[in-house]
């Protein structure tokens, strides 16, 4: 049998953890020659993961800088992609998500007559500034794409009112596949002061915070009010693992240090901050990923944000939106904070966006596509 060869291309943290168990996947099949490229996009965030999941990239473009503009990142990644793809010759690439290296990627590949999939397909919120780039990045993966992998029904809708209906599978999204490796009932974390926090009976708010829309006023803002939050409430312990970027950096270290109960702490492994997440009161973040895993944990989710492209899980009332207010974010998460019935109204655990079987249907859906298997995989809900 001619093995299909296929070609995972990644760069940064979010889209490791999303493309490992994918990767994997592809790996263990016999019909499948699998081929990993990272960006490095990020490097120390990226290697973590790739660490956890004990995956050997075949190709590492090593593009990063410290603060890195998108152009930078996108015509680097567009070069090094160029040559790779011309050295591997791929039947198809996967691309992930709407990163400056998924776009890049992308592109790369149309360039060189390569077919692309898109897991991650079909988020939108129809404002081209926010998340910036983001929202473009994917509109215009969409737009190159041969393979759309949706995590849910209201992505594929998106792809619908855009004309896109060839190609494209419900499959759940694989950060559930992810999770359910690395979240364990005893788990015991690397730092010892985690293992001592009295997870009980302290109220642990896990906060992450990066976007690039956020940099500046927002970011002032959202800082301020998780100080505010933390003076308000002497039973909050605030854990925020502080993304590596100089300009979140900054603003965490300005606005947060010094507070006894505020711990600034380096990026956490994957594994790490899943079963962090699992033992903590709240979750509080403008990133895309946590606020998929978080309600598939049973913990409420305060989102830093203006919009979100993943309605699934405000629908199911597990997350909301707070904003980038200072008194927004304040009032919302003080709510949550002293009144147990609003709180018990958010946490329970949803799972909107996977099902953990993500990744072998994306792996059936390639292989009906390329002719072997006669079937094509069950939606994912179905
Ligand atoms: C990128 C993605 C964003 C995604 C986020 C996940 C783009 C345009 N943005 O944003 O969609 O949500 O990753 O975290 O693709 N850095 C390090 N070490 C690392 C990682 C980053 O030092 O391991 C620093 C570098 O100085 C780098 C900066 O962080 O220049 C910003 O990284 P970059 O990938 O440009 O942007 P993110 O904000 O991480
Ligand atoms: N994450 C992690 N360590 C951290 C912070 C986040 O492993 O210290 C994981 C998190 O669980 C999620 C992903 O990184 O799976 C989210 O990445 P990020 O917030 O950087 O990007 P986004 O999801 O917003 O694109």
Redesign the pocket.
């Known amino acids: 049998m001619n093995k299909i060869k296929v070609m995972t291309i990644f760069g940064?943290?979010?889209e490791a953890i999303k493309m490992a168990p994918l990767a994997l996947e592809l790996a263990s099949r016999p019909e499948f020659e699998a081929l990993c490229c990272v960006t490095a996009?990020?490097?120390?965030?990226?290697d973590s993961v790739l660490n956890i999941f004990k995956l050997k990239p075949d190709y590492d473009l090593n593009i990063?800088?410290?603060?890195?503009t998108?152009s930078a990142?996108t015509s680097k990644c567009l070069l090094g992609v160029e040559e790779v793809l011309h050295e591997a010759k791929p039947d198809l690439v996967l691309v992930h998500g709407?990163?400056?290296?998924t776009f890049a990627g992308a592109l790369a590949a149309f360039y060189s007559h390569t077919a692309v999939g898109h897991v991650e397909a079909g988020l939108r919120t129809y404002d081209k500034w926010s998340p910036f780039?983001?929202e473009m990045n994917r509109k215009m993966v969409g737009a190159i794409a041969d393979l759309h992998f949706c995590p849910t029904v209201a992505n594929r809708d998106n792809l619908a009112r855009e004309n896109i209906t060839k190609g494209v599978f419900l499959t759940g999204n694989t950060v559930i596949d992810a999770l359910q490796t690395t979240v364990v009932k005893d788990f015991t974390f690397a730092e010892d002061a985690l293992n001592q926090i009295d997870y009980v009976n302290r109220k642990v708010i896990l906060v992450t915070c990066?976007r690039?829309e956020n940099y500046g006023q927002p970011m002032t803002n959202i800082m301020t009010a998780l100080r505010r939050i933390a003076d308000a409430f002497p039973q909050v312990e605030l854990i925020y693992p502080v993304?590596?970027?100089?300009v979140v950096q900054e603003a965490a270290h300005k606005y947060l240090d010094g507070h006894p109960r505020i711990h600034l702490i380096a990026p956490l492994a994957v594994d790490e901050m899943h079963n962090l997440m699992a033992r903590c009161h709240l979750v509080m973040t403008d990133s895309?990923g946590l606020q998929e895993e978080a309600p598939a944990l049973g913990k409420p989710v305060l989102v830093l944000r203006k919009e979100t492209e993943r309605p699934e899980a405000v629908a199911a009332g597990t997350v909301r939106l707070a904003g980038v207010e200072e008194e927004d974010i304040f009032s919302m998460a003080s709510e949550l904070l002293s009144n147990q019935a609003e709180y018990d109204k958010m946490a329970h655990a949803v799972n909107p966006y996977g099902d953990g079987q993500a990744c072998s249907r994306i792996a059936d859906a390639i292989a009906w596509h390329f002719g072997l298997r006669e079937t094509a995989p069950e939606p994912f809900g179905a």
């Open positions: 940064t943290r979010p996009q990020h490097r120390e965030m990226l990063m800088q410290p603060r890195q998108l990142i709407d990163t400056s290296t780039p983001e990066h690039r993304h590596l970027s100089p895309g």
